[in-house]
């Protein structure tokens, strides 16, 4: 793994000053995962990042409180999960109170309209978006603005099937990314080609993901004691 020391002079809020706002916003992200992808950001600000699905800017937040250059891709559609119409200005509103509105320029639409009109370098790639298996892995095509070493984020990989499905689907075809490990289910690749045995890093990852899927299971029938065995303490899932 390559390591960098961030440039000292580049304008940054703190984590737990970024926090503070970001953890009232809902939204899936751990404090942890949170952490993970502000360290990774301030490796690269003032460098452009990328963030495919912003919702209501939690992530947003703490990636912009990096110092980097945040691109924030929402389409903001009307469906029954996400869709609420003023999605948007909430999430402006959440980015202008912690201090980050001038470091996000949000596009709003999909993923890949975006890519497609892209040609600027970029450093670091967040993908948290929907969470079907092939919308999962057009997202992942983001990676090809990166070069050898840099980093890039899928949320939910080990905790959604559709995403895990992804993850798995690209760790057998991939010639470009390595997987380097997990903070809950917020996976970290690197780009570069993977030996056999880091593809098969992903496949370790597997009793986690069937804890997962128990614990989901466990939440909606109500059982959270049984949960709790697994080391589940929230009402949430786990992400
Ligand atoms: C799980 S939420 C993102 C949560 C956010 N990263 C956070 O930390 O709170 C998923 C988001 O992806 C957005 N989305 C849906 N389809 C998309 C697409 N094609 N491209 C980009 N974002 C999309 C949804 O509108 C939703 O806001």
Same mark, same amino acid.
């Given at each position: 793994?390559?390591?960098?020391?961030?440039?000292?002079? @580049?304008?940054?809020?703190?984590?737990?000053?970024?926090? *503070?706002? &970001?953890?009232?916003?809902?939204?899936?992200?751990?404090?942890? $995962?949170?952490?993970?992808?502000?360290?990774?950001?301030? $490796? #690269?600000?003032?460098?452009?990042? @990328?963030?495919?699905?912003?919702?209501?800017?939690?992530?947003?937040?703490? /990636?912009? &409180?990096?110092?980097?250059? #945040?691109?924030?891709?929402?389409?903001?559609?009307?469906?029954?999960?996400?869709?609420?119409?003023?999605?948007?200005?909430?999430?402006?509103?959440?980015?202008? $109170?912690?201090? #980050? &509105?001038? *470091?996000?320029?949000?596009?709003?639409?999909?993923?890949?309209?975006?890519?497609?009109?892209? !040609?600027?370098?970029?450093? /670091?790639?967040?993908?948290?978006?929907?969470?079907?298996? %092939?919308?999962?892995?057009?997202?992942?095509? %983001?990676?090809?603005?990166?070069?050898?070493?840099?980093?890039?984020?899928?949320?939910?990989?080990?905790?959604?099937?559709?995403?895990?499905?992804?993850?798995? =689907?690209?760790?057998?075809?991939? *010639? =470009?990314?390595?997987?380097?490990?997990?903070?809950?289910?917020?996976?970290?690749?690197? #780009?570069?080609?993977?030996?056999?045995? $880091? =593809?098969?890093? @992903?496949?370790?990852?597997?009793? %986690?993901?069937? *804890? !997962?899927?128990?614990?989901?299971?466990?939440?909606?029938?109500? /059982?959270?004691?049984?949960?709790?065995? /697994? =080391?589940?303490?929230?009402?949430?899932?786990?992400?």
């Amino acid at each position: 793994m390559l390591c960098r020391v961030p440039e000292p002079d @580049v304008p940054h809020l703190d984590f737990d000053d970024a926090w *503070r706002v &970001a953890g009232t916003v809902g939204g899936w992200l751990t404090e942890a $995962q949170a952490r993970a992808l502000y360290d990774a950001s301030r $490796q #690269v600000a003032p460098a452009t990042v @990328v963030e495919i699905g912003s919702h209501l800017g939690r992530s947003t937040i703490v /990636l912009a &409180a990096s110092g980097a250059a #945040v691109t924030a891709i929402d389409p903001f559609p009307d469906d029954w999960r996400y869709g609420r119409p003023d999605t948007e200005q909430r999430l402006r509103s959440h980015l202008a $109170q912690a201090g #980050v &509105a001038d *470091r996000v320029d949000l596009r709003v639409a999909t993923s890949r309209a975006v890519r497609e009109g892209w !040609n600027a370098p970029v450093r /670091l790639v967040y993908v948290d978006a929907k969470h079907d298996m %092939w919308s999962c892995l057009d997202d992942m095509r %983001w990676s090809d603005f990166l070069t050898e070493g840099d980093t890039f984020f899928v949320h939910d990989a080990f905790s959604s099937l559709g995403v895990t499905l992804a993850v798995l =689907r690209d760790a057998v075809t991939t *010639r =470009r990314h390595t997987y380097v490990g997990r903070t809950g289910s917020l996976a970290r690749f690197e #780009v570069g080609r993977p030996s056999v045995a $880091q =593809r098969l890093r @992903v496949l370790r990852e597997m009793p %986690w993901f069937a *804890r !997962n899927l128990v614990v989901k299971v466990l939440l909606r029938l109500r /059982l959270r004691p049984v949960a709790r065995l /697994l =080391r589940h303490d929230d009402t949430a899932d786990p992400y």
